[in-house]
């Protein structure tokens, strides 16, 4: 079995812990024949995310191929391309909008904002994806980056072209890229002409006065934090949702507060973590891991979903367990560590509580195995979650389709 095998992608639990028990690391490639290592064990794993002769810069790589191709040069000048000092460099001006005194004062307003889409849902019946755990995250960052309403765009579907695995996905990707380009030039021009108290003018800022960016980093960087921020806090809303709605004794625990919503997001972050693929990395030299050797310039893929479910590491690692340690890898390690993790964190606990406190009755509208997931090994979230609900308006009203 292969990384891109449709086995993985269907049950990627029993498919990454048959790829565990044989072995640490496995050599594949990818669908235009190059070459890639993927880490499936936690120590390893961990070990490779904080090790410097892993680079994300792809400059060091000695692959080519189209497949997945990469993104044009306006917009691939981000964090996830870069190592120390460019990196450290970057990270530190963006990390000004995620500091813990910052995340905090977003909280009223994302639970507003999630308070006012869960009030416009209507009926017994109710997809939580389209309802709120799509249009929370889009609101949230765009009003951090300051985007206007009016000019906001079906990021959802770029995001999803963009991780597609479908064989023709590279063109579409190169399509879905050309417009966010020309859609986030506009918006810094924008900026330029009519600054505000926002993270984009701040960042346009620092280009234009102090030359702490380049015009590509400028744009490379408003372009990752749109994909990334709406992205995985969707799924990690979803995801969180669904476990919670499979196991009910749980949901009961969090509505009567003898189990905090927090240690819930944790284990689905370990559990059914929304990006199972750390970004790609590339050997400086030939590095050992795990006994086989990834030679200099090969292309690694460390597996978060697999190491997150590794038995070395986690007892009955299957098992949804809110009561465990929170050392999963969903948010990587070291110093490339996810700078938006504690905004991802807020908006799930927040829409999850806000979900929990409008609906007394929650539960799963079609059979767990009838759920739709996105056809993606890069991904793991839901196109769909029906759910059939009683309102606290409601309080007499019978559940049912």
Request: aromatic fraction near 6%; hydrophobic fraction near 45%; include cysteine.
């Amino acid at each position: 079995m292969t990384l891109f095998d449709r086995r993985l992608v269907a049950d990627p639990v029993a498919a990454y812990a048959r790829l565990r028990e044989a072995s640490a690391v496995h050599r594949t490639s990818t669908p235009d024949g190059q070459p890639v290592w993927v880490i499936t064990r936690y120590a390893e794993a961990r070990a490779a995310l904080a090790d410097a002769r892993f680079s994300l810069d792809k400059a060091n790589a000695k692959v080519e191929g189209d497949y997945q191709s990469s993104m044009p040069p306006e917009l691939d000048a981000h964090l996830l391309n870069m190592d120390p000092p460019d990196h450290t460099r970057v990270r530190r001006l963006v990390a000004k909008a995620f500091t813990p005194q910052h995340i905090k004062s977003l909280a009223d307003g994302i639970r507003a904002t999630a308070a006012g889409l869960l009030a416009a849902g209507q009926g017994v019946r109710m997809d939580v994806m389209e309802t709120l755990a799509v249009p929370l995250p889009m609101h949230v960052i765009c009003e951090l980056l300051g985007i206007p309403e009016r000019d906001r765009h079906d990021f959802r579907t770029w995001t999803d072209t963009l991780l597609s695995p479908a064989p023709d996905a590279a063109a579409a990707s190169r399509t879905a890229m050309r417009q966010m380009h020309q859609f986030l030039a506009a918006v810094i021009r924008d900026k330029r002409r009519h600054p505000a108290d926002d993270l984009l003018s701040m960042l346009t800022h620092a280009r234009d006065e102090r030359e702490a960016l380049t015009e590509q980093e400028l744009l490379s960087l408003a372009f990752l934090m749109l994909f990334a921020g709406y992205d995985n806090a969707v799924h990690l809303i979803g995801n969180t949702v669904l476990a919670l709605l499979l196991h009910p004794r749980l949901m009961d625990d969090v509505r009567q507060g003898t189990l905090p919503l927090r240690a819930v997001v944790e284990e689905t972050l370990r559990w059914n973590p929304p990006f199972p693929l750390g970004v790609r990395r590339f050997a400086l030299e030939d590095v050992p891991v795990g006994g086989t050797v990834v030679p200099a310039g090969g292309r690694v893929w460390i597996s978060i979903a697999s190491a997150n479910r590794d038995e070395r590491r986690f007892p009955s690692p299957d098992t949804f367990d809110p009561n465990r340690l929170p050392v999963h890898l969903a948010f990587g390690h070291g110093f490339h560590h996810c700078l938006g993790a504690p905004l991802a964190r807020l908006e799930a606990e927040i829409a999850v509580t806000t979900l929990l406190g409008r609906f007394p009755e929650l539960e799963l509208a079609v059979p767990a195995d009838e759920l739709p997931w996105l056809p993606s090994f890069h991904k793991r979230g839901l196109r769909s979650l029906p759910v059939r609900t009683r309102s606290r308006t409601e309080p007499d009203a019978p559940v049912g389709i």
